[in-house]
């Protein structure tokens, strides 16, 4: 589908409302099994307000907010109907109108003062400069500094020096996600002016968040245009090229049966993640790996996507522990991840679930 | 007449299911008071609401589901259960308003067995779901209905739904083995382990088709097979439909075992063949395909190809044929599908080779005989075969509905009940794979003659208060 032909959200909702064609894609609808909780209603919802059957109401809203924003329908429709768009342009409209829930008035306090919606620190702005800058953002600063320090450490084992950048700043993904359009495009403006001061001709991303974002979101929700000549990469492939080379290796060792959990956003991305999975069975063996039942196109986010974790917590925390109990059902004694949102959301729930979780950066660096 | 919620009721639903799983939220009973159907979308679409249910529960097993009828008799409420909601005939609505049992939390796989190939799951399951998991296995239940990504495993039995391959694997009854029941007074059952044998009656078949008005169907076994090591696909254009039927008459009575044969009629060849996959032609567009192992499969299609050859069809290759499998669902996905303003129903049938033809052209000249100066078009393909006879898959379509919802809804009513009377008037059934629900209720009598008060007595057994999803199937709550 080209540019020009794109549904308005008007015309998406319009069409969606009465389309099942997803469901089985959808996560929230898998782990709440509500009817309600499903893109069709989630369009049907909208569509109603916009006719007057239903009005925004602190029950509705809440449901409007229930969608993960994970893009898995859009990935699973075969006419590409942008309906996490329209959902989004809903609760921009809800935002604007000031009748959004109340915990999103929060994020947007904290995400205007402090740049995240974890900790009341600002940004740190280094003042460095490099050819190659590594997006360590909000969540790699407040909830994964320990993967950010390992794939730094990895990336130099590789021979390549990287500049952390955004340390602790929102790539606005959240803002965006929630109906804080202003917000998000601030956040991604500040983004955007510490990538053209560091100098970076690259940008190294952890997770498919991130690249999404930087890729999509920025262009097309927000409007805002990322910088020319600046390259964006996961630090993954990076290091699978480095591998390649001979420039970096890891010691291989049986830590047991494990699987990999494609990171939130991936399947929307439209790659597959290859690159995780082949450093992985090289640190800890092929015969070891195990796939999950959510995987790829299909995988399902941990629950730290859309900001669920704020304004849902109870949804976040069943995805999670879905993630748990799929990697459990595939056999795995430890599942691994490589996104620091992601990392740190299923730490939180992996004592109920039982499968201790890591961080792909962590686990490998150990295995220089 | 059925009793409204109370205070009561509610508590009682929840201390069987938790109050997390019971729901009267406004956003709720919306989206539970429509379904696929038309009717209560234009309604919607018209700014009116249909009837919405009193309360909405989740159950999580088949104790619960029980226990939640029992409650609807104890207290006169109706009970509708509901799985994915994509049923066309408005068999989920809630016309009576009652207790809503959403299936889809009985959504466990609970054995996949690679032995007997056969797979046991809670009926509640996604269908797009439970596929994946057989594919993960290199397995697949044969069943794959334009709804499999929405529609549930109790979904596919309850209306005797058939799929785009069920001319080689049959309709999902045919693939059922046992199915674990939940009767309209509560009591649980499970019909035998297997399908075929001679221990007395087949009383299994009788919640095939019941669509919820006989109790719930809460889990069942299905047989599966192995995914194929081929599948072939060809495209041929007959120069009529006449042609196509004989085609594919010969395809079934030869039982060369063809996994699909589907033919558009012309005024549908240049619709939806052209609006979908991009081909502009004239005549009658048929698709057939065979799978399995590819020398077998392969000898099958040069059989095929022999017989439409003698038929003087037009050979498109191989390309058309596997573009129309690969995109033989985007014909359901916005903007493909159909949309308001317009009218439409799938007014679709069945019926020997001998009537086949007849039939179609009847419908074609009742519809557009009847309609055609109200701008009422008529298109079908034919698509679900068998060795005696085939489907016919016809739709009327009227681009601009009247806006007034009550006028809109009796021109429907008229031209369905136009289209249903042709179809038992030419030795058609009232539908062949899309279920009765509300939609084609009041023709049921009708199209069972005498044989109907048999039907109405094996209800008052099943469902003795007749709590059981009222309204559908032409069971309606008797006057006390």
């Not at chain 2, 799983?21 to 406004?26: F, I, K, L, M, P």
């Not at chain 2, 049992?101 to 690679?114: A, S």
């Not at chain 2, 299994?204 to 889990?219: K, P």
């Amino acid at each position: 589908m080209t540019a020009v032909q794109r549904p308005t959200p008007d015309e998406t909702t319009e069409g969606c409302r009465y389309c099942w064609m997803c469901r089985q894609a959808c996560p929230v609808g898998h782990v709440t099994a509500r009817e309600t909780y499903t893109p069709h209603a989630w369009a049907l919802t909208i569509e109603s307000v916009r006719r007057g059957q239903l009005q925004w109401t602190p029950e509705t809203t809440g449901v409007l907010y229930a969608c993960a924003d994970c893009g898995l329908c859009q990935a699973h429709c075969v006419t590409d109907r942008p309906l996490p768009e329209a959902i989004v342009a809903a609760r921009t409209g809800v935002v604007a109108r000031g009748e959004a829930v109340p915990v999103v008035r929060a994020i947007d306090e904290k995400l205007r003062a402090y740049a995240n919606p974890y900790r009341d620190e600002a940004p740190v702005s280094s003042g460095n400069t490099g050819t190659t800058a590594l997006f360590v953002g909000d969540a790699g600063q407040h909830l994964g500094a320990g993967e950010i320090a390992a794939a730094t450490a990895l990336l130099s084992a590789a021979g390549r020096k990287v500049v952390p950048i955004c340390e602790g700043r929102s790539s606005g993904l959240l803002a965006s996600s929630i109906g804080l359009r202003d917000t998000a495009a601030m956040l991604a403006a500040r983004v955007i002016d510490e990538v053209a001061r560091t100098g970076a001709t690259e940008v190294l991303v952890l997770g498919a968040g991130d690249r999404w974002t930087f890729d999509h979101v920025y262009p097309s929700r927000l409007g805002v245009t990322w910088p020319a000549g600046v390259t964006v990469r996961d630090v993954a492939d990076v290091l699978v090229d480095a591998q390649l080379q001979r420039q970096l290796s890891l010691r291989p060792v049986d830590a047991g049966i494990y699987a990999y959990v494609d990171p939130c956003h991936a399947a929307r991305t439209g790659r597959s993640r290859p690159a995780p999975r082949t450093l992985l069975r090289a640190a800890f063996g092929g015969p070891q790996a195990r796939e999950l039942f959510w995987r790829e196109h299909r995988g399902h986010p941990c629950g730290s996507v859309g900001g669920l974790q704020f304004t849902h917590p109870e949804i976040a925390s069943r995805l999670s522990d879905a993630r748990l109990a799929d990697g459990k059902a595939a056999g795995a004694t430890w599942l691994v991840t490589d996104d620091p949102a992601c990392l740190h959301h299923l730490r939180g729930r992996s004592t109920e679930g039982g499968v201790p979780v890591r961080g792909l950066y962590e686990a490998l660096a150990e295995r220089l | 007449m059925f009793k409204p919620l109370t205070e009561d009721v509610r508590r009682s639903l929840e201390a069987i299911v938790g109050s997390d799983h019971v729901s009267t939220r406004d956003t709720d009973l919306l989206t539970y008071s429509v379904d696929a159907y038309w009717m209560p979308q234009m309604w919607l679409d018209r700014g009116r609401r249909t009837p919405p249910p009193d309360v909405i529960v989740h159950p999580g097993s088949t104790e619960e589901v029980a226990a939640i009828i029992r409650i609807g008799n104890e207290h006169q409420m109706p009970v509708i259960p509901w799985g994915g909601g994509s049923g066309t005939q408005g068999g989920a609505l809630p016309i009576h308003g009652g207790i809503m049992v959403d299936m889809k939390r009985m959504n466990r796989i609970l054995e996949i067995n690679d032995r007997s190939f056969t797979v046991r799951a809670q009926a509640g399951v996604n269908g797009g779901q439970l596929e994946w998991a057989l594919n993960d296995r290199g397995l697949t239940l044969p069943h794959y209905p334009a709804s499999a990504n929405c529609a549930t495993l109790g979904g596919y039995l309850a209306p005797r739904g058939s799929g785009t391959i069920s001319t080689k694997y049959g309709k999902a009854e045919d693939l059922v083995m046992n199915m674990e029941v939940v009767l309209g007074d509560g009591t649980i059952i499970r019909t035998p382990e297997v399908p075929h044998h001679a221990s007395g009656p087949d009383f299994m078949r009788l919640f095939l088709g019941s669509e919820g008005t006989f109790g719930i169907i809460t889990e069942a076994t299905m047989q599966i097979t192995r995914l194929p090591e081929v599948r072939l696909f060809r495209a041929l254009l007959f120069k009529d439909v006449a042609t196509g039927i004989e085609m594919g008459r010969r395809l079934m009575t030869d039982r060369l075992e063809p996994l699909v044969i589907r033919m558009y009629d012309a005024p549908s060849t240049k619709l939806l063949v052209k609006r979908v996959l991009g081909y502009e032609l004239d005549g009658a567009y048929m698709i057939i395909g065979f799978d399995g192992f590819a020398d077998i499969a392969a000898l099958q299609e040069q059989r095929a190809m022999r017989i439409a050859e003698e038929l003087g069809a037009q050979d498109l290759g191989r390309e058309p044929g596997e573009k129309w499998w690969e995109k033989r669902y985007d014909f359901y996905y916005p903007p493909h599908s159909l949309k308001f303003p317009a009218m439409y129903g799938t007014i679709e049938t069945v019926a020997t080779f001998d009537k086949i033809e007849k039939l179609y052209n009847a419908k074609k000249e009742a519809i557009e005989g009847t309609f055609g100066h109200l701008g009422v078009g008529y298109i079908g393909h034919f698509s679900h075969w068998w060795r005696w006879g085939a489907s016919l898959y016809d739709r009327f379509l009227l681009k601009e509905a009247p806006q007034d919802p009550a006028e809109a809804q009796a021109l429907h009513d008229k031209i369905w009940d136009v289209a249903v009377h042709t179809s038992l008037a030419n030795g058609g059934m009232a539908n062949e794979h899309h279920g009765v629900g509300l939609k084609l209720s009041r023709f049921m009598p009708a199209q069972y003659g005498a044989a109907w008060p048999l039907l109405e007595r094996i209800k008052d057994a099943m469902d003795p208060n007749r709590i059981m999803n009222p309204g559908k199937v032409g069971f309606e709550r008797k006057s006390s």
